[in-house]
């Protein structure tokens, strides 16, 4: 019985000491461009600002699910960042999030809700929610209809 308490304490503490040293701070590493959708405050116990980012892509919306990011709490120079994510949500600004993911160091959701924390945001793009706002030539463009394109594919397998 001793033997068996034993090789059990012994299994858990391998299994510990292997999770505390997977854990990385820095498990990757990158940028994402796109508009601000929702950006704000939130948590029961611990308050944390968190948002998503519309992705794009060659000046055009993707219709991929958006990137969740959060600012860390663990910094204590977040306003610049919160204010600037703000007004690019408000705004309507393409932006350039670099960010990092955390692996295995937030457990609890204290930091925020997302893995992945901001470092730096760079606006690439103050027009780019009106293309048409400051037209050359003097005249102001503005947009007279939207199309919708509805692709049925029933239509393709009839013979």
Known sequence: MKMIRLAYRLFLF???SLTMVSCSENYSRGEKVGTVIEFAQSGLIWDSWDGRL???QTGMNTAGEPFTFSLDNDRDDQQPLVDLLYQAQIEGWKIKIKYHKV???NWFGNRGRSDYFVDEVTVLDKDFANPLRNVKGGREGHIIDTVYVVIDKSELFKK
């Open 14 to 16: 391998f299994v510990v």
């Open 54 to 56: 519309n992705l794009t």
């Open 103 to 105: 692996m295995g160091w």
